[in-house]
């Protein structure tokens, strides 16, 4: 939408106020599919049912910079991991990350860093035996540069329960479409819906 300049006083015309409305927040994005057995869209969320590794395509278009991806993970007791993919296949190289978390009742932090050349040391979801939800945000996965992403949620487990807060970024220059995600071993159950932010 282009940029509108209001006065003081003046009335806004239905179509304006329309306009203002349907340009400004976040859109729930439609992927164009998903893969991996198990693994489901039913409208906008991907669902998965014991999963191995489960994908989400086409969910990231030109029409947005930056990306919102809530998710809400259960029956795992491993890390959960994700992966940037284009329209062909996953990143598998340059991941970067660090991570931290503090238990209940706990004064003290703990960290993870990990500098990958394959997906299988980007971990960046600890879970422990219950869930794990929250909202990973991702930022430029449509252009031709490094995508980055920032990390925020809670995971639940019969004793205690884990804050953890992190990032990192993919230093490729892919131009990407969606993830992947997977744990370290075994299946995964839950949901992941993704928003783009309108600026």
């Known amino acids: ?18 306009s203002l409305q349907s340009n400004t927040g976040m859109v729930v994005m439609t992927p164009t599919s998903v893969s991996g057995t198990g693994v489901t869209l039913s409208g906008n969320t991907m669902t998965m049912t014991a999963a191995s590794t489960a994908s989400i395509i086409g969910c990231f278009t030109s029409a947005f910079t930056n990306y919102a991806v809530v998710y809400n993970f259960t029956t795992t007791s491993n890390y959960i991991r994700f992966k940037v993919r284009t329209a062909s296949a996953d990143v598998s190289t340059g991941y970067g990350t660090t991570m931290s978390a503090i238990t209940d009742n706990s004064t003290s932090l703990s960290f ?22 929250g909202v990973v945000q991702v930022f430029n996965p449509q252009l031709a ?26 230093t490729g220059t892919d131009v990407c479409t969606g993830l992947t995600f997977f744990p370290d071993s075994g299946t995964f159950t839950g949901t992941v819906t993704v928003y783009g932010y309108r600026l």
């Open 112 to 133: 993870l860093n990990s500098a990958a050349s394959s997906w299988n040391d980007t971990k960046w979801l600890l879970t422990n035996n219950s869930a794990s939800f």
């Open 1 to 18: 939408m282009p940029d509108q300049t209001f006065t003081s006083g003046q009335i806004l015309t239905a179509s304006q106020m329309s």
């Open 145 to 170: 540069t490094n995508t980055y992403f920032d990390n925020n949620g809670t995971s639940i487990a019969s004793t205690n329960s884990f804050k953890y807060f992190g990032g990192g970024r993919n």
